[in-house]
C-alpha cells in the first residue's frame, strides 16, 4: 500500500522555522521525483519546491526562494521542507507528491497534508 505521510506542520510566529518530513512507503522512492505543495484557504494548489529522484536538482517558487530549502533522503524514503523566515502569508496546508515519467508513463502519489499556521 502506497502511503505518503506528512509531518512537522504546527503554529509557528513570523520569523519562525519549522521542517516539514515526508514518509514514503509503498513503492520505490529513489525512482520518483518529489515536490511539496501548498494550498491556502480559498486559493489553488501551488508548487513550493521540488526535487530530482537523485536530489541533484531542485526549484523553487519564486515567494519562497532564500527561505525554504528542499531535500531528500532516499536511504530513508523521507523528503523534508526546511521553511525559515516564515511569514503569515506561507500559512497553508502543505501537501507531498511524488511523480514519476518514463516516456508516456506516468504515475503519482499524493501525501494528506499538514497544517502550517503562520501568526503571532
Known amino acids: 500500500q502506497v502511503q505518503l505521510v506528512e509531518s512537522g506542520g504546527g503554529l509557528v510566529q513570523p520569523g519562525g522555522s519549522l521542517r516539514l518530513s515526508c514518509a514514503a512507503s509503498?513503492?520505490?522512492?529513489?525512482?520518483?521525483?518529489m515536490s511539496w505543495y501548498r494550498q491556502a484557504p480559498g486559493q489553488e494548489r501551488e508548487l513550493v519546491a521540488d526535487i530530482t529522484s537523485a536530489g541533484g536538482r531542485t526549484n523553487y517558487a519564486d515567494s519562497v526562494k532564500g527561505r525554504f530549502t528542499i531535500s531528500r533522503d532516499n536511504a530513508k524514503n523521507t523528503v523534508y521542507l526546511q521553511m525559515t523566515s516564515l511569514k503569515p502569508e506561507d500559512t497553508a496546508v502543505y501537501y507531498c507528491?511524488?511523480?514519476?515519467?518514463?516516456?508516456?508513463?506516468?504515475?503519482?502519489?499524493w501525501g494528506q497534508g499538514t497544517q502550517v499556521t503562520v501568526s503571532s
Open positions: 509503498g513503492f520505490t522512492f529513489s525512482g520518483y521525483a
Open positions: 507528491y511524488a511523480e514519476r515519467v518514463v516516456g508516456a508513463w506516468r504515475n503519482d502519489y
